[in-house]
Structure formats: C-alpha cells, structure tokens
Nanobody, 119 residues
Framework: QVQLIQSGGGSVQPGESLRLSCAASGYTDGGNCWGWFKEREMVASIYLGASRDTAYYADSVKGRFTISRDNAKNTLNLQMIALTPDDTAMYYC???????????????WGQGTQVTVSS
C-alpha cells in the first residue's frame, strides 16, 4: 500500500505558476503509473499526465505542465505555468495505474489540493 501526501497549490492570478508535490511512502517503482488528475464541479478525474518509464501528458496541458520525479525523495512534482481560470480545480496525485490516462486503474490517491486561478 502506498500513501500519498500532497503539498503546494493555492491561489494565483492568471499567467502565474504553481508547483504541486506528491510524496509517497512505499514502493513506487515496478512499472506502474504515478499520475495527476484534477476534479472540477460536475467533472471528475480529468487526466493531466503521469510518470512511468517517461512522462506522459494530456494534450490539454502539453507545454504548460511538467511532471518530474525525484526518486531519492520518492516524490512526484507537477510544475504548472501560464495558469488560467480554467485550471481552477482540486488536484490529486495517484499511484498504481497500468493505463496512465484511466483513473479507475489507480489504487492509491493523495488527499487533494486546491488550485484557484483568478484575478
């Protein structure tokens, strides 16, 4: 069982950047996906991207979001730039998927962190 603790997030203005982190306790290797999702009102588990053998991204965030993995700290990071109000959501990290884009594949979820983008 992997426990995920998220940090980062908050409120920013449009165009600004934020960094989210997801620290894991437990084994996070083994070829599984470690991913990021967001949830907005009426729309759950929107795939953003994941790390496995490499980093994968949803088309909607390519060029703006960067996923990095610190194996020494067992942490997954999500760097977000050029944020817009559409990025406002609750963000979750998750581990355990085989098909990275499919939220139902993941067994372990972080507690979530709110990102709000407004002027």
């Amino acid at each position: 069982q992997v426990q995920l603790i998220q940090s980062g997030g908050g409120s920013v203005q449009p165009g600004e950047s934020l960094r989210l982190s997801c620290a894991a306790s437990g084994y996070t290797d083994g070829g599984n996906c470690w991913g990021w999702f967001k949830e907005r009102e009426m729309v759950a588990s929107i795939y953003l991207g994941a790390s496995r053998d490499t980093a994968y991204y949803a088309d909607s965030v390519k060029g703006r979001f960067t996923i990095s993995r610190d194996n020494a700290k067992n942490t997954l990071n999500l760097q977000m730039i050029a944020l817009t109000p559409d990025d406002t959501a609750m963000y979750y990290c998750a581990f355990g998927g085989r098909y990275c884009f499919d939220s139902t594949q993941y067994h372990n979820w972080g507690q979530g962190t709110q990102v709000t983008v407004s002027s």
